[in-house]
């Protein structure tokens, strides 16, 4: 063994029981956060995921970028003033838990957002009667959005408003009152319970 090698091998022993434990701390409750599965073969929508929107569903899993693994999700603007669209994730909050939802968007080079165009992670807090106690935003991102660096966007530490039992934690496109046009990738979307 060169004696690079050995020294790369003895910094790995050093370091992967601190990766482990690090690891097994933060679990992300977010299946398919990284956009690697997608619902079927015939479908590039995200498996776990629900689709929502206004009137066309332009979104995908797509491997023209990739934050991680080999794939993110793509999201384009149906080119509609007001349009909206998006994917949830739907889970049980527990009342006193800290929740972080995070995730990298990257704007399309190919195919800038334009217009109105903005996108933002955003948590509905729902009751037991399924009425929605509050909404929480993440700071938005528009045309402005580096085509070159993944960003990150996250809502941080938020604990869940009084009667709230259920939260929708979802990745939005809105298109404001100008309508909209291209599209974003977003990946690696985590959300963590303390
Ligand atoms: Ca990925």
Redesign the pocket.
């Known amino acids: 063994m060169k004696p690079v090698m050995q020294v790369m091998a003895c910094l790995l022993l050093l370091v992967s029981p601190l990766a482990f434990a690090a690891d097994s701390d933060v679990q992300n409750l977010i299946e398919n956060g990284?956009?690697?599965q997608s619902l079927s073969e015939e479908s590039d929508l995200p498996a776990v995921w629900v689709p929502f929107s206004s009137k066309s569903t332009v979104l995908g899993i797509t491997n023209a970028a990739?934050?991680?693994?080999?794939?993110?999700l793509k999201l384009s603007g149906q080119e509609v003033p007001n349009a909206f669209q998006g994917v949830n994730f739907i889970m049980p909050v527990t009342a006193g838990s800290r929740y972080t939802f995070s995730g990298y968007v990257l704007n399309d080079k190919k195919n800038p957002l334009k217009g109105t165009a903005h996108g933002m992670l955003v948590i509905e807090w729902k009751a037991s009667n399924n009425k929605e106690v509050a909404r929480t935003l993440s700071k938005l991102w528009d045309s402005g959005l580096s085509r070159l660096r993944w960003e990150r966007f996250s809502i941080d530490n938020m604990e869940p408003p009084k009667d709230a039992v259920t939260a929708i934690f979802g990745i939005h496109y809105c298109e404001g009152k100008d309508g909209a046009k291209g599209s974003f990738f977003i990946?690696?979307v985590t959300l963590i319970e303390k």
């Open positions: 990284g956009f690697e990739a934050y991680s693994g080999e794939k993110s990946d690696e």
